[in-house]
């Protein structure tokens, strides 16, 4: 699968230092037709074979989604994904059997990289070049490898995830958020999962989708 939650806040098992990062929601929706209340217990769905950040994913939505009273479940060691691919019919009757009467299922929408370079202090010697007539590869690349100035690079990573949930037995979307979270090279990844999720299981809440 070309997305998938691998690139997902690259991913939550990198461990890093504090740093800046950014999660919001940048859209929800709720199903004009859905009249119920709070879903009664939901399977959780991190769509990423690496089984540390599916596990880290699931988990931290139960524990979010458990703490104000919410039946909730993680899948990673009910159902593996190519299982759950493979018979869509024998995957719901596992969750169903588990208790679940609706799904969760977290995926990668998109995501870029964006690095920056900054020249901060001036050129220690670079060697000149006059002309062109006599200026071939090896005097370019003098130019080039001879700056020795110092150079300041960062790098920042956008990633949109989509949440969404549905009716386990009649596999209607109920609700979806489509959020983005920006990452400063020197993010902690792992605190800002937290912030993501919470995020994201108190807008199910405000939509009445939650206990």
């Not at 690139?7 to 037709?33: E, F, N, R, T, Y």
């Not at 901060?120 to 690349?141: I, K, L, M, N």
Request: glycine share 8%; aromatic share 8%; net charge positive.
């Amino acid at each position: 699968m070309k997305h998938r939650i691998k690139h997902l806040i690259i991913a939550a098992g990198a461990l890093c230092l504090c740093g800046c990062a950014s999660s919001s929601i940048k859209q929800s929706w709720k199903a004009p037709a859905y009249q119920g209340g709070p879903v009664q217990k939901i399977a959780v769905v991190a769509v990423d074979e690496r089984g540390l950040v599916r596990q880290g994913f699931e988990n931290r939505f139960v524990r979010d989604l458990r703490g104000n009273g919410q039946e909730a479940t993680a899948t990673f060691e009910l159902l593996g994904l190519p299982e759950i691919k493979a018979d869509k019919a024998a995957a719901a009757a596992r969750l169903a059997e588990a208790g679940a009467t609706a799904v969760l299922v977290v995926r990668l929408v998109d995501q870029a990289t964006y690095s920056r370079e900054v020249q901060a202090t001036h050129e220690r010697w670079v060697p000149t070049v006059t002309g062109y007539a006599g200026y071939g590869w090896y005097d370019c690349y003098s130019v080039a490898f001879m700056n020795m100035g110092t150079t300041w690079g960062s790098t920042t990573q956008k990633v949109y995830l989509d949440t969404s949930l549905f009716d386990l037995k009649t596999g209607q979307r109920l609700w979806s958020a489509l959020t983005l979270t920006t990452l400063k090279e020197d993010a902690d990844r792992l605190a800002e999962v937290d912030s993501l999720v919470g995020k994201v299981v108190v807008a199910l809440r405000q939509d009445g989708l939650v206990r």
